[in-house]
């Protein structure tokens, strides 16, 4: 990994860090935890307020996301999801109520911090059929053809190697297995320099794929029936937009050995 990149991963776990250890010592306060602020477009109010209401507000006031990936992931009881970027646990929490207690969810987050929150989340939540794995998304701890889904929440954007984040996803995905991420996604007429003009990488904006970006790097990977769809705009030119792909039900990876 370059210096830059190593600069670039260091800055998003610091800001990530800073906003758990936010809403936990926020949870000492008479009120409880306040919602770490960003704007309209990230955060907890893109999730329906049953779903709010079922969650540690812990799990909810962490909430950094630009999507609901588990209103659109089509969850199914049994499965097995993995959450990349999980945070606070929110997507987790919510994606193995979905399940139920013959599915698993995992999540994945390489922040010290934001894991002992979701932990101490998935407590409160009374949630059994969760487990939170220390690691990068670029270098999944989890064995392939093992998962059933893969969801995110706008955390693929901050990937320095995006490419190896599609191949990994691709690698633990069991064969026929599926995405359903929420992400940024920029215009393709803005350039890169253009995308870094309207934010950082720590908001999620300047390291957005284009539309045509996002789907090349998905085939390149071996996925099919690739869907992006915008949602909302998030800065000019700039969309959460839900990212939809296969593996092929007849495609397995050749090792079954864990990163």
Request: a negative charge; proline letters at 5%; hydrophobic letters at 40%.
């Amino acid at each position: 990994m370059s210096e830059q990149s190593t600069e670039l991963r260091e800055t998003v776990r610091q800001r990530y860090a800073a906003a758990a250890v936010q809403v936990t010592e926020g949870g000492t306060a008479c009120c409880g935890p306040q919602p770490v602020e960003v704007d309209e477009n990230f955060g907890s109010t893109l999730y329906a307020d049953d779903e709010r209401a079922v969650l540690p507000a812990e799990a909810v006031a962490a909430s950094l996301g630009c999507g609901n990936p588990t209103a659109v992931a089509e969850l199914r009881e049994g499965e097995r999801v993995l959450d990349l970027g999980s945070g606070g646990g929110i997507d987790v929490l919510l994606s193995a109520r979905r399940v139920g207690p013959t599915g698993r969810a995992y999540g994945l987050d390489m922040t010290e911090e934001m894991l002992a929150l979701a932990v101490a989340n998935a407590k409160k939540a009374g949630a059994t059929n969760v487990e939170f794995l220390k690691g990068t998304i670029e270098a999944i701890p989890l064995p392939a053809n093992t998962i059933d889904v893969v969801i995110s929440n706008c955390v693929i954007n901050l990937s320095v190697d995006k490419p190896a984040v599609f191949a990994e996803i691709f690698r633990v995905l069991r064969p026929g297995g599926r995405v359903g991420v929420s992400d940024v996604v920029a215009d393709d007429t803005l350039t890169a320099g253009q995308r870094a003009e309207r934010g950082d990488y720590v908001g999620c904006i300047a390291g957005a794929l284009s539309f045509a970006e996002y789907r090349e790097g998905l085939t390149a990977a071996g996925f099919t029936d690739i869907e992006i769809t915008p949602t909302h705009p998030v800065a000019d030119g700039m969309h959460s937009a839900i990212v939809r792909a296969a593996k092929p039900s007849g495609v397995a990876w050749a090792s079954t050995s864990t990163r």
